[in-house]
C-alpha cells in the first residue's frame, strides 16, 4: 500500500516536472494564445504544457497541432475562449483583432497583448511572461539566447544595404517595423525602406525598387519558382549589379520568434 | 461648341497628365535619357522601357476595356446603376486565380492560374446563356438579378477561402478584391492588346444594334434585328473582355461605372458607337492617371489602385451630375 502510494506520489512529480519548468508549488495557469507565433514562443520558453487552446495553424512544434483551437488569428471565438476558462489570454496586438481585448474584459478574462516588432521587444516580452505569468525564478533561457545573439552578431562586421520581399506582385515588402527586419539589422544590415515609414508591410513602386538595388534580396518563401522568377526579373532590372538573392524559408523566418534568431547567421554567412 | 471645348480643354489636360505618367510617377525621369548615348544603359533606360511602356499599355488597355463594358451594360440593361462586375464575370476569374493559388501552389500571375480563372470564367458565361435561352432569364431585370446572386456567391466563396488561409504574414490574394495593376514584360503587353483590341473593335462596330435596343424590343424587331440574340451576343464578347482584363489586375472599382456617365454629360453622344469609343479614351487615361497618382503620392509607396480611381472619379461625378 505504500509502495503504491510513494510510486504514484513519484509519477505525479515527475510529470509536474516533465510538465514545464513550473515549481510543483506553484498552481499551473492555464493560457490561450491568439496566434501561432505566441504558441511557439510558450513552447520555447519551455511552458508549452500550459496551454490549453490556441489558435488555428499553430503546427510548431508539433506538440502545438493536437492543441484544441479558438478560431483563426483574425476571427477568435470568444464563446470558445470563454469555455477554456483560462488564467490568461496571450493576444498577439499585431494581427488579433483590437475588440478582443475589450470583450474579454467584459467577461472577466485577463489577457495580456504581446508586441513582437523588435528582437528587443521579442526578449521584453518573453521575460514578462516568464516572471508575471510562469512567476519564474530565472530567466536562464534569456540570458542564454541574448549571449548565442551578441556572439553572432560579432562576427558580421560589414555593413549591407538589403530589402526583404513579401510578396512579388503586389510588389510589398517587410518595413523597418517588422521584427526580421530589425533581427537583420543587427547584423550589420541597412533596410533601404525609409525608417520614417510606419507600414509594416509597405506596398511600394516598382521604378523605386529598380532605382535602388540593394546588395542583399531576401524573399520570404518556400517555393523555388518564385525565387527562380525574382532571379530573372533581377537580372533584368539590375544587369550590371550584384544584387544577391537570398530565399527565406517561412517555416523559420515568418513568425517572430527564436527560431528564425537561430537560423539567420548561417544564411547571411552564405550571402556574404 | 461649348461642350467641344470643354471636352477639347479636358482631352488635353488627360494628355498632359499622360506625358507626366511617363516622365514623372514615382521616379521622375528626364529626357536625356533618351538623347545621351551613355544613358541608354542607365537604371532611368531601364525603368522606361521595362517599367513605364508596358505599365502604361497596360492601365490604358485595361481602363478603357472597364469603361467600354460599363457603357456596353448600361444601354444593354437599360439601368444607369450597371458597371462591368454586375454579372458576377470578374468574381468568378477572382475565385478562379485564388483557387489555383491556394489549392494548387500556382502564382496567380502565371499562365496556368490564369487559365483556371478563365475556365471559372466560362462556366459562369454558359451558365449565364443557358439560363438566358433556356430559363426565362430573357428579362434583362432578371439577368442583373443573376449575376448578383453569381457575384455573393463567388464573392462569399473567396472571402471563406482567404479567411481559411494561413495568415502568418497575411495573404496576397487580398489584392483581388482592391485591384492591382501587376509589373508585366512588353510582350505580354501587347499580348492583352491583341487580345482586347478586336473584341473592342467588333464591340463597336456592331455598336448600331445597341442603339436599337436602347429604343425598346418592339423597335428593335421592327428594324430587322432579334433583340434577345444581340444581348446575348454582347454578353458574350463583354464578359471575354473583362475576363481578360480581370485575369491581370482583378476588380478596379468605379472607372466602369462612372466614365460612361461622365462622357454623356459631357459630351451628349448620339450614338453607342460614339459613347462606347469615348469612354474607351476616358476610361484609359483616367485609369493611367489614376496609377500614376497612386504612385506619386507618398513614394515609394503604392496604393491601392481601386481606392484610388474611387477617390478621384467620385467627386469629379458629384461635379458634373451638380453642373447639368
Request: aromatic share 12%; with cysteine.
Amino acid at each position: 500500500m505504500f509502495l503504491l502510494s510513494f510510486t504514484k506520489l513519484l509519477v505525479l512529480c515527475s510529470i509536474i516536472i516533465g510538465a514545464s519548468p513550473l515549481e510543483a508549488s506553484q498552481k499551473v495557469p492555464k493560457i490561450i494564445t491568439t496566434s501561432p507565433t505566441l504558441t511557439e514562443l510558450i513552447f520555447q520558453l519551455g511552458y508549452g504544457k500550459t496551454l490549453v487552446a490556441t489558435s488555428e495553424f499553430s503546427d510548431y512544434p508539433k506538440e502545438a497541432k493536437s492543441l484544441p483551437t479558438i478560431g483563426s488569428l483574425f476571427y477568435p471565438s470568444l464563446e470558445k475562449i470563454v469555455r477554456f476558462s483560462p488564467d490568461y489570454v496571450l493576444v498577439d496586438s499585431e494581427s488579433t483583432p483590437h475588440t478582443l481585448v475589450t470583450q474579454l474584459n467584459k467577461v472577466k478574462l485577463a489577457s495580456i497583448s504581446i508586441h513582437l516588432r523588435s528582437v528587443e521587444e521579442l526578449f521584453t516580452s518573453s521575460k514578462t511572461l516568464l516572471q508575471e505569468i510562469f512567476r519564474a525564478q530565472h530567466l536562464t533561457i534569456l540570458e542564454e539566447k541574448t549571449k548565442q545573439l551578441q556572439s553572432n552578431t560579432k562576427i558580421f562586421s560589414k555593413n549591407f544595404r538589403f530589402l526583404i520581399v513579401a510578396w512579388i506582385s503586389p510588389l510589398t515588402l517587410f518595413g523597418n517595423s517588422t521584427f526580421l527586419s530589425d533581427l537583420i539589422s543587427k547584423y550589420g544590415g541597412q533596410n533601404l525602406l525609409n525608417s520614417n515609414l510606419q507600414a509594416a508591410y509597405p506596398q511600394v513602386s516598382l521604378e523605386w525598387f529598380v532605382k535602388n538595388p540593394p546588395d542583399i534580396l531576401f524573399l520570404l518563401t518556400n517555393q523555388k519558382e518564385n525565387l527562380d522568377e525574382l532571379q530573372r526579373l533581377a537580372q533584368k532590372w539590375w544587369p550590371n549589379q550584384k544584387v544577391n538573392l537570398v530565399a527565406l524559408s517561412p517555416d523559420y523566418f515568418a513568425r517572430p520568434t527564436f527560431t528564425p534568431l537561430e537560423h539567420i547567421s548561417a544564411i547571411l554567412k552564405d550571402a556574404l | 461648341m461649348k461642350r467641344l471645348f470643354g471636352g477639347g480643354l479636358l482631352l488635353t489636360v488627360l494628355f498632359i497628365c499622360l506625358g507626366l505618367l511617363l516622365f514623372g510617377g514615382a521616379q521622375a525621369i528626364s529626357f536625356d535619357t533618351f538623347t545621351a548615348e551613355s544613358m541608354t544603359n542607365s537604371a532611368d533606360h531601364r525603368i522606361f522601357w521595362l517599367l513605364k511602356i508596358p505599365r502604361l499599355l497596360l492601365v490604358l488597355t485595361v481602363g478603357g476595356a472597364l469603361a467600354m463594358v460599363g457603357g456596353t451594360y448600361q444601354i444593354l440593361f437599360n439601368n444607369s446603376l450597371a458597371d462591368p462586375y454586375i454579372l458576377g464575370v470578374s468574381s468568378s476569374v477572382t475565385l478562379g486565380l485564388v483557387v489555383a493559388e491556394i489549392f494548387l501552389g500556382w502564382p496567380s500571375n502565371s499562365i496556368k492560374a490564369m487559365g483556371i480563372g478563365l475556365g471559372f470564367a466560362l462556366i459562369v458565361i454558359l451558365l449565364l446563356l443557358f439560363c438566358f435561352y433556356f430559363h426565362k432569364l430573357q428579362n434583362m431585370e432578371r439577368v442583373v438579378l443573376f449575376g448578383v446572386g453569381i457575384n455573393f456567391l463567388f464573392s462569399s466563396a473567396l472571402f471563406i477561402l482567404i479567411s481559411l488561409q494561413n495568415h502568418t504574414l497575411g495573404s496576397g490574394s487580398m489584392r483581388w478584391l482592391f485591384g492591382n495593376i501587376p509589373w508585366i514584360e512588353l510582350k505580354e503587353s501587347f499580348a492583352l492588346i491583341a487580345i482586347t483590341a478586336p473584341i473592342g473593335i467588333i464591340i463597336v462596330i456592331f455598336g448600331r444594334y445597341l442603339d436599337g435596343l436602347s429604343l425598346g424590343d418592339t423597335v428593335a424587331r421592327t428594324l430587322g434585328f432579334n433583340p434577345n440574340h444581340v444581348r446575348g451576343f454582347y454578353l458574350v464578347l463583354t464578359s471575354l473582355l473583362l475576363t481578360s482584363v480581370t485575369c491581370l489586375t482583378g476588380s478596379i472599382g468605379f472607372i466602369g461605372l462612372v466614365v460612361p456617365h461622365c462622357v454623356r454629360l459631357v459630351f451628349a453622344p448620339r450614338s453607342s458607337r460614339v459613347l462606347l469609343l469615348i469612354s474607351f479614351v476616358f476610361g484609359a487615361l483616367f485609369l493611367a492617371v489614376s496609377d500614376t497618382i497612386s504612385r506619386s503620392i507618398l513614394p515609394p509607396l503604392e496604393f491601392p489602385i481601386g481606392m484610388v480611381t474611387t477617390l478621384l472619379g467620385g467627386p469629379l461625378f458629384l461635379y458634373l451630375l451638380w453642373k447639368r
